[in-house]
């Protein structure tokens, strides 16, 4: 089950009461008990959108009791041995020996303790300490006694909003807690927060009590692009569906203390439901009105193929791993800017004395012209490529296959094909690899949240038709989910006990709420007994607690706030964690690597070995499967699954250029063999796997360039000079005398390189510069070499 799913289910939960709208609906205008409840229930809750700003509090608690979960089992049975599926190991043994890969046998338990982990996570390590059951039993104890506690306050007019966030832990001899104050501004398109208390080590000391800010405006556009009126609408919409959809066993009215009385509560209502039920609901809400949500509300033009929605994804995947490397080599970016700075001023004041003597000077920069123009490029044999992937394109539309055929193949005793197994799982949930043994196996040992996921999963494409990017409201929906009732609650029949939840909504004499409280409690075979209670509190209705501007005038960025601090330690500490771990002197292993660092090590020494990054990706996309998919190894041959992941790795790499000639023919007839023919047809692990080998093969051809280069050119100079050299020429075309040239210009900005970083830049550093250098000198390459140079020659 996918962990980020679960995280929004319980966050829309948590916080539905802290969005909601009035529904303005003529459709329901009785006046029974049921639809008086429901009206009262929405307009209180929807007050809070109907006055220019409040003041929120509250309260958030959790309860876990591990004692009848799996986690505690598996504690208590720690000397006991888990174990690799034998036949899986098997055949992996037989697939790493024949992709020669060379592996100890100690590495080889390590990765199959890896594997192990990826399929069982709560019992991984039961071989030797159980680490990662008492992990999350420490951690589920320590919520026990965190009590978290928040306000804040709204400001609609100002498009502010602040957040006061308190966590404290409390135990006989300790006493943690820590304020973690936060404003986010829409006016100014900034957040702020001090987080001091939470990590005081990335705040210096003359920062520890002002905000921090980030901006947030080169988001301006997008934000922009929201049509504000229909997402409030939409949040209406929305949030009313618990009580717009409850029957009348679900909401009654409760009695209200005299204490609450005293409050200012005048009335009660009680919302009583079960989790699955209403993650149902809101699921195939969303469903349906995504496009609406995206198109209309978003104001985001989405694609038609899934191919450009994939390639979407792996840009993002892309610029967040970009981000990351960023991060960690901010310093040495930040002395490389402020190097191009000493150099450009040098050396430009010394090229205006060499152009511009007291006489009127040539424009020396029109050779720059020159090297900017493009050089058409033209492409062999394009046609009949282009034939190729026509043909296969226009078969793949004839091999998809309906939810009756899936359903068909479940009873065939024939070899299937794997593009039709990831088809039929992904769009209409059926596993034609499990038997009905394996099927019933893996209901019974499913969480009950997985179970629940499961049941909306065989919901959601009865649905489909419905997707429009028009609003469909509440009202609307409500009779779509009346129509499709029964099988709405076959689906839930099967997806194990309810999960009980309840919502109380006490509202004021005027009807608005005032106190929201939640509570959410279930079963579950790995976890245990497992509650969430959280409550809020609004008032100041109209006249909410104004923010102090004066310390958001005074705020500091976060570069600023950080400086000086022990973000360099940090992050370096960081990165390491994330690298090879060590080895103890007497042989054991220290760190346990995951599963993905494993992957990676893995890959860069196939990669080393074999200059191969079809090899390379076979080797880690198999092993992903195994841990992933292991129904899947089990069923194909060593050479089928080789077979298919050549196809993925020329699906999920665009650099990869697709073979030619009888290459070409022969991949097209690997598409055909497996199905791998329609985008649908392709599990996700491609991506992950592909990320994994194209840093490891550019990073192994970066580390051997760089091996080369400096083993060629020896001094710090010769080697900034040389890759400057290379990317000059990446971005222009020289011809033979501008290239003689480009060499000498950058020979000076070599020698000026070497000099500052020594402290010692000065005129003598560009004594060789002269006039036919204008033109040559380009700082935006000098920071990259500067940056690449620095990195490469530690």
């Given at each position: 089950m996918r962990l980020k799913y679960l995280s929004c289910c319980l966050l829309s939960l948590s916080i539905v009461g802290c969005s909601q709208h009035v529904i303005k609906s003529n459709s329901n205008t009785s006046n029974s008990t049921n639809t008086s409840l429901e009206q009262q229930a929405v307009t209180g809750v929807n007050a809070m959108y109907e006055y220019p700003s409040y003041d929120y509090r509250g309260n958030m608690g959790f309860q876990f009791d591990t004692s009848k979960g799996k986690i505690a089992n598996t504690q208590t049975t720690s000397n006991s041995t888990q174990n690799l599926d034998p036949a899986i190991q098997k055949q992996l043994d037989q697939y790493l020996k024949q992709q020669k890969l060379s592996l100890s046998k100690q590495e080889k338990q390590v990765l199959y303790e890896a594997i192990l982990a990826e399929q069982s996570p709560y019992s991984y390590g039961q071989g030797s300490d159980s680490s990662s059951a008492r992990i999350a039993a420490g951690l589920m104890n320590f919520m026990n006694d965190l009590k978290i506690s928040y306000d804040g306050s709204v400001h609609y007019r100002d498009k502010m909003a602040s957040l006061n966030l308190v966590a404290k832990y409390q135990k006989p001899t300790l006493l943690v807690e820590a304020k973690l104050p936060m404003v986010v501004d829409f006016q100014n398109y900034k957040f702020y927060a001090n987080y001091f208390a939470f990590m005081p080590y990335l705040v210096n000391k003359d920062s520890q009590a002002s905000f921090a800010y980030l901006d947030f405006s080169k988001y301006k556009q997008d934000l922009?692009?929201?049509?504000?009126?229909?997402?409030?609408?939409?949040?209406?919409?929305?949030?009313?569906?618990?009580?717009?959809?409850?029957?009348?066993?679900?909401?009654?009215?409760?009695?209200?203390?005299?204490?609450?009385?005293?409050?200012?509560?005048?009335?009660?209502?009680?919302?009583?439901?079960?989790?699955?039920?209403?993650?149902?609901?809101?699921?195939?809400?969303e469903q349906i009105n995504k496009p609406y949500l995206t198109q209309r509300v978003m104001g985001v033009v989405e694609t038609d193929t899934a191919s450009e929605d994939a390639s979407t994804v792996a840009e993002e995947a892309e610029k967040a791993a970009d981000a990351a490397v960023a991060a960690s080599s901010e310093s040495v970016s930040a002395q490389a800017y402020a190097s191009s700075?000493?150099?450009?001023?040098?050396?430009?004041?010394?090229?205006?004395?060499?152009?511009?003597?007291?006489?009127?000077?040539?424009?020396?920069?029109?050779?720059?012209?020159?090297?900017?123009?493009?050089?058409?490029?033209?492409?062999?044999?394009?046609?009949?490529?282009?034939?190729?992937?026509?043909?296969?394109?226009?078969?793949?539309?004839?091999?998809?296959?309906?939810?009756?055929?899936?359903?068909?193949?479940?009873?065939?005793?024939?070899?299937?094909?794997?593009?039709?197994?990831?088809?039929?799982?992904?769009?209409?949930?059926?596993?034609?690899?499990?038997?009905?043994?394996?099927?019933?196996?893996?209901?019974?040992?499913?969480?009950?949240?997985?179970?629940?996921?499961?049941?909306?999963?065989?919901?959601?494409?009865?649905?489909?038709?419905?997707?429009?990017?028009?609003?469909?409201?509440?009202?609307?929906?409500?009779?779509?989910?009346?129509?499709?009732?029964?099988?709405?609650?076959?689906?839930?029949?099967?997806?194990?006990?309810?999960?009980?939840?309840?919502?109380?909504?006490?509202?004021?004499?005027?009807?608005?709420?005032?106190?929201?409280?939640?509570?959410?409690?279930?079963?579950?075979?790995?976890?245990?007994?497992?509650?969430?209670?959280?409550?809020?509190?609004?008032?100041?209705?109209?006249?909410?607690?104004?923010?102090?501007?004066?310390?958001?005038?005074?705020?500091?960025?976060?570069?600023?706030?950080?400086?000086?601090?022990?973000?360099?330690?940090?992050?370096?500490?960081?990165?390491?964690?994330?690298?090879?771990?060590?080895?103890?002197?007497?042989?054991?292993?220290?760190?346990?690597?995951?599963?993905?660092?494993?992957l990676s090590d893995l890959a860069e020494k196939t990669f080393a070995n074999t200059g191969s990054y079809i090899k390379t990706y076979q080797s880690v996309f198999v092993l992903m499967l195994s841990a992933n998919r292991p129904e899947i190894v089990k069923n194909y041959s060593n050479s089928e699954l080789n077979e298919i992941a050549e196809v993925y790795a020329y699906r999920f790499n665009d650099r990869l250029e697709e073979p030619k000639g009888k290459a070409l023919t022969r991949l097209n007839s690997l598409k055909a063999k497996h199905k791998l023919l329609d985008p649908d047809q392709f599990d996700e692990l491609g991506y992950s796997a592909a990320r994994i080998v194209q840093d490891a093969s550019e990073g192994a051809k970066e580390y051997q360039a760089w091996n080369k280069r400096v083993q060629q050119y020896k001094t710090p100079q010769a080697v900034f000079a040389d890759y400057y050299i290379e990317l000059f020429k990446d971005d222009y075309e020289l011809n033979a005398e501008q290239t003689k040239t480009l060499k000498s210009a950058a020979a000076v900005l070599g020698q000026a390189f070497a000099d500052d970083r020594k402290d010692k830049l000065s005129e003598q550093s560009i004594a060789k510069l002269n006039k036919d250098h204008d033109g040559f000198m380009d700082y935006d390459l000098y920071e990259k070499a500067y940056v690449a140079v620095v990195k490469h020659l530690k």
């Amino acid at each position: 089950m996918r962990l980020k799913y679960l995280s929004c289910c319980l966050l829309s939960l948590s916080i539905v009461g802290c969005s909601q709208h009035v529904i303005k609906s003529n459709s329901n205008t009785s006046n029974s008990t049921n639809t008086s409840l429901e009206q009262q229930a929405v307009t209180g809750v929807n007050a809070m959108y109907e006055y220019p700003s409040y003041d929120y509090r509250g309260n958030m608690g959790f309860q876990f009791d591990t004692s009848k979960g799996k986690i505690a089992n598996t504690q208590t049975t720690s000397n006991s041995t888990q174990n690799l599926d034998p036949a899986i190991q098997k055949q992996l043994d037989q697939y790493l020996k024949q992709q020669k890969l060379s592996l100890s046998k100690q590495e080889k338990q390590v990765l199959y303790e890896a594997i192990l982990a990826e399929q069982s996570p709560y019992s991984y390590g039961q071989g030797s300490d159980s680490s990662s059951a008492r992990i999350a039993a420490g951690l589920m104890n320590f919520m026990n006694d965190l009590k978290i506690s928040y306000d804040g306050s709204v400001h609609y007019r100002d498009k502010m909003a602040s957040l006061n966030l308190v966590a404290k832990y409390q135990k006989p001899t300790l006493l943690v807690e820590a304020k973690l104050p936060m404003v986010v501004d829409f006016q100014n398109y900034k957040f702020y927060a001090n987080y001091f208390a939470f990590m005081p080590y990335l705040v210096n000391k003359d920062s520890q009590a002002s905000f921090a800010y980030l901006d947030f405006s080169k988001y301006k556009q997008d934000l922009d692009r929201v049509n504000v009126p229909k997402l409030v609408d939409y949040l209406k919409q929305m949030n009313a569906l618990p009580y717009v959809l409850a029957d009348t066993k679900q909401l009654q009215r409760m009695h209200v203390s005299a204490s609450e009385k005293q409050q200012g509560i005048s009335n009660k209502i009680r919302y009583q439901g079960d989790l699955g039920n209403l993650m149902l609901q809101m699921s195939l809400f969303e469903q349906i009105n995504k496009p609406y949500l995206t198109q209309r509300v978003m104001g985001v033009v989405e694609t038609d193929t899934a191919s450009e929605d994939a390639s979407t994804v792996a840009e993002e995947a892309e610029k967040a791993a970009d981000a990351a490397v960023a991060a960690s080599s901010e310093s040495v970016s930040a002395q490389a800017y402020a190097s191009s700075e000493r150099v450009a001023t040098l050396i430009n004041n010394r090229l205006d004395e060499l152009l511009y003597p007291e006489q009127e000077s040539t424009d020396a920069s029109e050779h720059t012209e020159e090297v900017a123009e493009a050089q058409e490029e033209t492409v062999e044999d394009e046609v009949a490529e282009d034939i190729a992937t026509g043909a296969v394109a226009a078969a793949s539309s004839s091999q998809l296959l309906s939810e009756q055929a899936c359903e068909a193949l479940l009873s065939s005793k024939k070899h299937l094909a794997i593009g039709d197994v990831t088809y039929c799982q992904d769009i209409y949930g059926i596993k034609l690899l499990q038997t009905a043994q394996g099927k019933a196996k893996s209901t019974a040992s499913a969480s009950a949240l997985e179970q629940k996921v499961l049941a909306m999963q065989e919901v959601e494409h009865i649905f489909e038709p419905y997707v429009s990017d028009q609003l469909t409201d509440v009202q609307a929906f409500k009779a779509l989910w009346i129509k499709h009732q029964p099988e709405i609650q076959a689906a839930l029949a099967e997806s194990g006990q309810a999960m009980p939840v309840t919502i109380d909504v006490a509202l004021d004499n005027q009807g608005r709420a005032v106190d929201l409280a939640y509570q959410l409690q279930f079963a579950d075979e790995t976890i245990g007994n497992f509650g969430i209670n959280l409550d809020m509190q609004v008032s100041n209705y109209g006249h909410g607690t104004p923010i102090d501007k004066k310390a958001l005038r005074d705020a500091k960025s976060v570069e600023e706030v950080t400086k000086g601090s022990m973000l360099e330690n940090v992050v370096t500490g960081f990165t390491k964690s994330l690298g090879m771990s060590g080895t103890g002197v007497d042989g054991q292993q220290g760190e346990q690597l995951s599963f993905d660092q494993q992957l990676s090590d893995l890959a860069e020494k196939t990669f080393a070995n074999t200059g191969s990054y079809i090899k390379t990706y076979q080797s880690v996309f198999v092993l992903m499967l195994s841990a992933n998919r292991p129904e899947i190894v089990k069923n194909y041959s060593n050479s089928e699954l080789n077979e298919i992941a050549e196809v993925y790795a020329y699906r999920f790499n665009d650099r990869l250029e697709e073979p030619k000639g009888k290459a070409l023919t022969r991949l097209n007839s690997l598409k055909a063999k497996h199905k791998l023919l329609d985008p649908d047809q392709f599990d996700e692990l491609g991506y992950s796997a592909a990320r994994i080998v194209q840093d490891a093969s550019e990073g192994a051809k970066e580390y051997q360039a760089w091996n080369k280069r400096v083993q060629q050119y020896k001094t710090p100079q010769a080697v900034f000079a040389d890759y400057y050299i290379e990317l000059f020429k990446d971005d222009y075309e020289l011809n033979a005398e501008q290239t003689k040239t480009l060499k000498s210009a950058a020979a000076v900005l070599g020698q000026a390189f070497a000099d500052d970083r020594k402290d010692k830049l000065s005129e003598q550093s560009i004594a060789k510069l002269n006039k036919d250098h204008d033109g040559f000198m380009d700082y935006d390459l000098y920071e990259k070499a500067y940056v690449a140079v620095v990195k490469h020659l530690k």
